[in-house]
T-cell receptor, first 115, second 114 residues
Framework: AQTVTQSQPEMSVQEAETVTLSCTYDTSESNYYLFWYKQPPSRQMILVIRQEAYKQQNATENRFSVNFQKAAKSFSLKISDSQLGDTAMYFCASFSQGGSEKLVFGKGTKLTVNP | DTAVSQTPKYLVTQMGNDKSIKCEQNLGHDTMYWYKQDSKKFLKIMFSYNNKELIINETVPNRFSPKSPDKAHLNLHINSLELGDSAVYFC?????????????FGQGTRLTVV
């Protein structure tokens, strides 16, 4: 079965500091993708960053980067220079090709950026 | 242009009623989904359609019936609404099965059953 686990229900960080959100996953497929989605209070689901499992290089998008540890099945999100607008729920998700082929989400981490 | 649009955004209805939520995507994607987000924010897949064919049905009660008239539309009809159906329902679409690497979401429909 495909599972995604986020062990931090809530986190907070001071503006301009760096925070790391944890995610572990499990899949029996060799071809899969990993994602971090952001859900601000507006409730819109916004893609933050994605990682293809076959790529060894960690994905980076401006202030957002991931630490993809394939052997450990770990996919953490680092937010640098945190901004007030980063306050949101963050969901880790995986999609495995060839298996159930569904986008599975973790339970989310509520991140608050304090001024 | 909105990529994935759902209507309505808000829906308040009484127990026992039947209601529908509509979803349309203009991205040319093959696959569409319905997700339910409960009060604890947990996102759980309900259904997935690929080219109008049902490919995932995650043990959702029979009162929920999806319908895909074409690959750009996936509607959700709910019969005999119950209090526990109150949630935010998200429609999404993707080309993930082809290896394109993102699912796009609608803005969600907040359903409140009273």
């Amino acid at each position: 079965a495909q599972t995604v686990t986020q062990s931090q229900p809530e986190m907070s960080v001071q503006e301009a500091e760096t925070v790391t959100l944890s995610c572990t996953y499990d899949t029996s497929e060799s071809n899969y993708y990993l994602f971090w989605y952001k859900q601000p209070p507006s409730r819109q689901m916004i893609l933050v960053i994605r990682q293809e499992a076959y790529k060894q290089q960690n994905a980076t998008e401006n202030r957002f980067s991931v630490n993809f540890q394939k052997a450990a099945k770990s996919f953490s999100l680092k937010i640098s220079d945190s901004q007030l607008g980063d306050t949101a729920m963050y969901f880790c998700a995986s999609f495995s090709q060839g298996g159930s082929e569904k986008l599975v989400f973790g339970k989310g981490t509520k991140l608050t950026v304090n001024p | 242009d909105t990529a994935v649009s759902q209507t309505p955004k808000y829906l308040v209805t009484q127990m026992g009623n039947d209601k529908s939520i509509k979803c349309e995507q203009n991205l040319g994607h093959d696959t569409m989904y319905w997700y339910k987000q409960d009060s604890k924010k947990f996102l759980k897949i309900m259904f997935s359609y690929n080219n109008k064919e049902l490919i995932i049905n995650e043990t959702v009660p029979n009162r929920f019936s999806p319908k895909s008239p074409d690959k750009a539309h996936l509607n959700l009809h709910i019969n005999s609404l119950e209090l526990g159906d109150s949630a935010v329902y998200f429609c999404a679409s993707s080309h993930l099965r082809r290896g394109n690497t993102e699912a796009f979401f609608g803005q969600g429909t907040r359903l409140t059953v009273v």
